[in-house]
């Protein structure tokens, strides 16, 4: 029979680690589900730095077939030189070389300060099969209250099958006082399994800000 209502105060739930509390509306009562929760892996901080890598099974890394997602958030990342950009590449060989053929698309939208200009504009500066890093993000500025911060998403880079599918989005801070809304798809042209990922500005070091590598189970 089913539940018309009841007593939410003289309910009991005994929590479950890493699970989420669902309804099963057919079998008229509750049940767990596992949780899609984040699971924290690696938190760098920069500091006047010229890169941040994470290789799979450095320094406490997982970036292997455990989850089919990977997610980078960076946060208050700040260029040391002004008009920077925030870029990344991968490894299929643990980090010695950040060479993968890459082909992305990128556009943003932008709106000033003085609320003189709004822009939603499709950029050239996405890669073309190139081997050079790929901008996730438009010019930062380095004033000291200008930063960028956003998020990679890495899917399934142990594949040995597919190319390597990514997804980014900045909001960056632009030297001429513009917001920057960057959204970023593309994939690494390879099959072979990719085991590290490296950031680093187009040119000069990032000053601070950290990135934090999180793997997502159920995807």
Do not use: C
Request: hydrophobic share 35%.
């Amino acid at each position: 029979m089913a539940i018309s209502k009841f007593n939410y105060n003289s309910f009991n739930v005994t929590p479950v680690a890493g699970a989420a509390l669902a309804f099963d509306a057919d079998a008229d009562g509750f049940s767990t589900a596992t949780s899609t929760a984040l699971t924290h892996i690696k938190t760098l901080t920069a500091s006047s730095s010229g890169t941040l890598s994470f290789v799979d099974g450095s320094s406490s890394v997982v970036f292997d077939n455990t989850y089919p997602v990977y997610l980078f958030k960076f946060i208050g990342i700040h260029a040391a030189t002004d008009e920077a950009f925030i870029t990344f590449n991968m490894s299929a060989d643990t980090g010695s070389n950040y060479n993968v053929t890459k082909t992305s698309t990128f556009f943003r939208t932008a709106h000033d300060e003085g609320d003189t200009t709004t822009q939603f504009q499709i950029d050239n500066q996405g890669t073309n099969q190139s081997t050079d890093f790929a901008k996730i993000s438009k010019t930062l500025g380095n004033d000291n209250d200008q930063s960028g911060s956003g998020e990679l998403y890495i899917f399934n880079p142990s594949s040995t099958t597919f190319v390597k599918h990514f997804l980014a989005r900045s909001s960056i801070s632009n030297p001429n006082d513009y917001l920057y809304d960057t959204y970023v798809g593309g994939y690494g042209n390879t099959t072979s399994a990719v085991d590290a990922i490296q950031f680093k500005m187009n040119t000069g070091n990032i000053d601070a800000g950290t990135i934090k590598l999180y793997g997502i189970k159920d995807s």
